[in-house]
């Protein structure tokens, strides 16, 4: 469903390299905890281990990512820990060294 993510590549540039499309979109894996000041429809809300969580598709992604755009469906809707992670900043910048790490010695993408 979401193959053109994983042939994109996403290694550890230099910074100006980083943007979001050229990256795998491994944030869209994480665990995104929903406060409830957050206004995301309760279709896409799941409870884990007692939190309230963005609930994922079948294969682990976020169900808000837009396949077909390659986006987040309720961008301006986002949960707040979405607005906080920065593109290329230091969340993101570990996120994607852990990932292209795993993935230099063949160990598939993982939900966090």
């Given amino acids: 469903m979401h193959a053109e993510l994983l042939d994109a590549g996403c290694g550890v540039e230099a910074s100006a390299d980083i943007h979001c499309s050229r990256c795998d979109a491994v944030c869209c894996r994480l665990t995104v905890v929903?406060?409830?000041?957050?206004?995301?429809?309760?279709?896409?809300?799941?409870?884990?281990?007692?939190l309230t969580v963005m609930a994922r598709d079948e294969e682990g992604w976020c169900v808000a990512l837009d396949g077909a755009r390659m986006c987040c469906s309720i961008y301006e809707t986002r949960p707040a820990v979405c607005r906080r992670f920065s593109m290329d900043g230091?969340?993101?910048?570990?996120?994607?060294?852990?990932?292209a790490e795993r993935r230099a010695i063949g160990i598939e993408l993982v939900m966090y």
């Fill in 34 to 50: 929903v406060m409830p000041e957050d206004r995301v429809p309760g279709h896409l809300l799941e409870d884990r281990d007692g």
């Fill in 90 to 99: 230091p969340y993101c910048r570990s996120v994607r060294a852990e990932y």
